[in-house]
């Protein structure tokens, strides 16, 4: 069905674009914003775990098969060789209705690693345990919050085609237009900023939307209530080292939470 193709994701539609930040959230969820090459508009999306998602990622497929069958090819051959990979629905920031099809999210305890497919583009990003087991578990306050980790990566890093983004490339401080990066300012001197578009400086501390929407975060019925999110929060939008999660969430015990379906 057309309907669930969305144009922002489409090959045409993501040679325009300027980029896109990727953010987590400590409820589970993460967000893509595309970013327009002109007057540096955005395209925002959340992307979400549905509890039965093979499921879900089968009716989905049975719908749009025919339109995006190298989408769902390429889908497939990732969750082939990554076996414990959850899927993550995206959709459009604001309703959770409208349904990208051609857009998908996953995440591997296994492998400390994120997964965002465009139409047929893959970006790997490399995660902490604790990162992914946040997104995995999605236990963590639902509203209020500012992400938990904030990268930005411009197209001339990828220019739309398949990529992997490691832990060194989120280390190397504000990005600058061009290509240029400084290092990271001290706790202390991260405020804020919106600087004009000659000297755009992104950096995960620049997102004055950088918080759950409750619009957007409404669980269905059938989804149990909240628990505590037991994990310190991070001191700075901009560390880039997480702290090391409670002994009993090791990654032994948490690969085996994964297997036994939890």
């Excluded at 995660?127 to 930005?152: C, H, P, Q, W």
Aim: charged share 25%; net charge neutral; with cysteine.
């Amino acid at each position: 069905m057309t309907v669930f193709i969305r144009p922002e994701f489409t090959p045409d539609t993501l040679l325009t674009l300027n980029g896109y930040h990727l953010q987590i959230f400590a409820a589970g969820r993460a967000k893509i914003s595309l970013r327009t090459l002109v007057n540096n508009k955005k395209h925002e999306f959340f992307a979400a775990r549905p509890k039965k998602d093979r499921a879900a990622y089968q009716r989905q497929k049975a719908r749009s098969l025919a339109a995006l069958s190298d989408h769902f090819a390429v889908v497939d051959r990732l969750l082939d060789n990554i076996p414990d990979a959850k899927v993550f629905r995206v959709h459009e920031k604001g309703n959770n209705n409208a349904t990208a099809d051609n857009a998908h999210v996953l995440a591997s305890l296994e492998q400390d690693a994120l997964w965002l497919v465009m139409s047929g583009v893959i970006h790997r990003w490399e995660l902490t345990t604790m990162l992914v087991d946040i997104l995995l578990r999605g236990k963590g306050k639902r509203t209020g919050e500012a992400s938990i980790f904030n990268e930005y990566m411009p197209s001339y890093d990828h220019d739309w085609q398949d990529a992997t983004f490691e832990k060194s490339d989120y280390k190397v401080g504000i990005r600058l237009e061009g290509g240029v990066s400084v290092p990271p300012p001290s706790p202390q001197a991260i405020t804020p900023q919106r600087p004009s578009s000659a000297t755009r400086v992104y950096s995960q501390a620049d997102e004055i939307d950088d918080y759950d929407d409750p619009v957007s975060f409404t669980d269905p019925p059938h989804d149990p209530p909240e628990a505590t999110f037991a994990y310190r929060a991070m001191e700075t939008c901009n560390q880039t080292t997480l702290p090391r999660p409670p002994t009993r969430y090791n990654k032994e015990g948490l690969w085996a939470e994964v297997q036994a379906g939890r």
